[in-house]
């Protein structure tokens, strides 16, 4: 790490934010320089976290450092200013084409190996395993999570309202999970009274013992919990689904294989078995022998038999003989099990809700549907949802008020800090988390293919989560903590929660989550902003779920993370729609991704360097809030289709107006005088910059590589305006 910490770090990711970024990180770049501040980028993407793990197989000129781990470092600092843009959170499919993608360029990496037999294939295999998931926001989150909308893209919304979706009392859509053995009811949970090592033992029948993790370190006051999911449970219920399902109504399932990334997509796996229990009954060896595993989904299975006509015959009649199902591309065929990582319930729940229950069929046209969540943990807030809005019918966007979350996630709280302690075990016995002193703390009887998992939370976020919460709800109201007595995790949070509301003098109201959503759903169609206080994984949720029926999209809420030690960390909103917008882009040269999310927290990005006393960046946050509103009132954001305002003409007017902002300003002649010329330079080549910009557009665009892409051919795409770009430099 350099000597000095930079002021603003700009994280390298991928697909759509990171091509946005080649169009907007020159601008910030030379405006920041103007006011003396240095901006530095780090790269947290999926291609160079694989670089950064396999230095060992890369020539001198192909290694890299590694940024993650820096960068884990330094959020632990007062200096910490980042900004991070949404990064893929990567399931199997989508690290082996990366792999495949960069050995293709020249990088010679193992392949990622499906069944490791060797020493060296199991080193490369957890090598690997480590880069899968959830693998930055654990390492960079030491910090608790604020994330609310703008006021400027409230009030936009409300006047600007985005289209929803009927919502009839005698709507199907429902939401089905299984009946008990599921996560939420074998939990248990348990906050230790001093700091101890640990390790997790699995015992078979015949008394032979596994140490599945050893060297475990707790915290005193750290909550530790222990659960596990029935795969013969969990396959009854998938059964049981598909054979009751109502005609006219599709079939899904809502999972998060990317962030919960050894359980979720085990359980995406049992899904495709048991709905093609039919063909795999017939061809099972035959398409395990060509390399197939359920967890890889559909997409995969049509892959590897690909040219066998009796395969791929059997294959369409035995999905014909099932229910309909949920479709994330009905013109291509691609199914809600064609791959672990195309369905994410955070994204894909709000939009059956905010469209009025209803998906995309098969046959290209919408339906009601089934959405299976099995574990009951959360389903019961999307369960309440869609009962809420059969009841009151689609949310009035113009007159509700705004939904803001405080969420525990610092320090890889809770079930997204459980990856390394989750397991698929192997046969029938019993688990148990073992403390240094021999006492056992937590055991289970499991059998072969159960999920069991241990995850845990530090008293120190958790203290510190509940101090942001009681800042945030004095600022805004109305608020409700999202605790279920009856769980066994939310009951030891619960200890923490009440005493130190009592001591703060301050009363938030303490709710299940099923209550909770009802509470907030009503409490803002009344016009009122509501605060939800929850752990992470409804965070997570929660942070679309509200943004998507009020704003229309997650992408454009401020997202602050106020880091323990003084730092700050500044999300920018969701990259779920990602993909398509890159395929777009190949396609037609239209980039649809909307930065509203970026100028937002460029802004928060200043702000926080203006309280450590810098009085220039304090100027340069006002530009921006300026510049994100006129973009704004202006209608200046991208639009779908080619011809219309794209993701690079969004950013000629933010620039434009924030070197207005900085021009029209008093508080700072030097930085005035040096943008008065940038401004008016900006303004007299609008129609040739935008007949740049437009020119570039309806033709196929390479970028040299998807997850790796070529820096130069990117620069080219994103910077096709000439007179812009020797405007800003």
Request: charged share 25%; net charge negative.
């Amino acid at each position: 790490m350099a000597n000095k910490t930079p002021d603003i770090i700009y994280t390298i990711v991928d697909e759509a934010p990171q091509l946005a970024s080649g169009s907007l990180l020159p601008i910030i770049s030379a405006f920041a320089g103007a006011a003396g501040l240095g901006v530095e980028t780090r790269d947290i993407s999926l291609a160079g976290r694989i670089l950064a793990t396999f230095p060992d197989y890369l020539t001198d000129d192909q290694k890299i450092s590694d940024d993650l781990a820096e960068l884990g470092e330094l959020v632990k600092t007062p200096e910490a200013n980042v900004i991070k843009l949404p990064n893929i959170s990567a399931s199997v499919p989508q690290l082996t084409a990366a792999i495949k993608e960069l050995q293709s360029q020249g990088y010679k990496l193992p392949d990622y190996p499906a069944e490791p037999a060797t020493d060296a294939e199991k080193d490369v295999r957890a090598r690997y395993d480590s880069i899968k998931g959830s693998a930055v926001n654990p390492v960079l989150r030491e910090g608790n999570s604020d994330r609310r909308s703008a006021k400027a893209v409230k009030n936009y919304a409300m006047k600007h309202p985005h289209s929803m979706g009927e919502w009839k009392s005698d709507s199907k859509t429902t939401v089905a999970s299984m009946s008990g053995n599921d996560f939420f009811a074998n939990e248990k949970s348990a906050t230790l009274s001093e700091a101890t090592g640990a390790k997790i033992v699995f015992t078979a029948e015949d008394g032979t013992e596994t140490v599945l993790k050893s060297g475990l370190k707790y915290q005193a006051g750290e909550i530790v919990d222990a659960t596990f999911l029935s795969a013969k449970a969990l396959r009854d219920f998938v059964k049981k689904e598909v054979e009751s399902m109502e005609p006219g109504v599709l079939f899904s399932v809502h999972l998060k294989a990317t962030m919960m990334k050894v359980s979720d997509p085990i359980i995406f796996g049992h899904f495709v078995s048991v709905y093609l229990e039919d063909f795999l009954a017939k061809h099972g060896e035959t398409v395990k022998a060509l390399g197939f595993n359920p967890n890889g989904g559909i997409g995969d299975l049509e892959a590897r038999i690909k040219g066998n006509a009796e395969l791929e015959a059997d294959l369409k009649a035995a999905l014909a003989a099932k229910p309909p199902m949920y479709m994330v591309n009905s013109d291509k065929g691609i199914t809600n099990l064609h791959v672990p990582s195309d369905v994410i319930i955070d994204a894909s729940m709000p939009a059956v809700i905010r469209a009025g229950g209803i998906g995309w069929g098969p046959d290209g046209k919408a339906a009601d549907t089934k959405c299976c969540i099995p574990d009951n943990s959360y389903a019961g807030v999307y369960d309440e949802t869609i009962n809420y809005f059969k009841e009151t019918g689609k949310l009035d966007v113009t007159t509700c008020g705004a939904v803001s979350n405080v969420g525990l996630m610092a320090q890889k709280a809770e079930e997204y800090g459980s990856h390394p302690t989750t397991f698929e075990i192997a046969g029938k016995g019993k688990v148990e988390i073992v403390l240094d002193n021999g006492t056992v703390l937590h055991s289970h009887n499991v059998e072969a293919g159960d999920i069991w998992r241990s995850a845990t939370v530090k008293k120190a976020p958790i203290e510190d989560w509940i101090r942001l919460a009681i800042r945030r709800t004095k600022a805004t109201g109305l608020a409700a903590f999202w605790l279920d007595a009856n769980r066994a995790h939310d009951a030891e949070l619960i200890k923490y929660v009440e005493p130190a509301l009592k001591e703060a003098g301050i009363e938030i109201p303490i709710m299940a989550p099923r209550e909770a959503t009802r509470f907030t759903f009503v409490e803002m169609r009344k016009g009122n902003d509501v605060v939800t206080i929850t752990g992470n994984v409804l965070r997570d949720y929660l942070t679309d779920l509200f943004p998507i029926l009020e704003l229309g999209t997650s992408a454009k809420m401020l997202s602050i993370v106020s880091l323990m030690q003084g730092g700050g960390l500044f999300e920018t909103g969701a990259g779920g729609s990602a993909p398509k917008h890159v395929q777009q882009l190949v396609e037609e040269n239209h980039l649809r991704w909307d930065s509203l999310g970026e100028f937002c927290a460029l802004g928060e990005s200043f702000k926080f360097l203006a309280e450590k006393g810098n009085a220039k960046a304090g100027v340069m946050a006002a530009a921006v809030e300026d510049a994100t509103q006129k973009v704004l009132e202006d209608n200046r954001s991208p639009e779908r289709k080619v011809g219309q305002p794209d993701n690079r003409s969004s950013h000629y007017w933010f620039a434009r107006y924030w070197a207005e902002a900085m021009a029209a300003q008093d508080a700072d002649a030097e930085l005035k005088a040096h943008f008065a010329p940038i401004a008016k330079a900006l303004a007299e080549g609008e129609e040739a910059i935008l007949g740049e910009l437009k020119a570039a557009e309806g033709k196929p665009a390479d970028l040299g590589g998807y997850y790796h892409a070529d820096p130069e051919k990117v620069a080219k795409v994103m910077r096709p305006s000439a007179t812009l770009n020797a405007i800003i430099g």
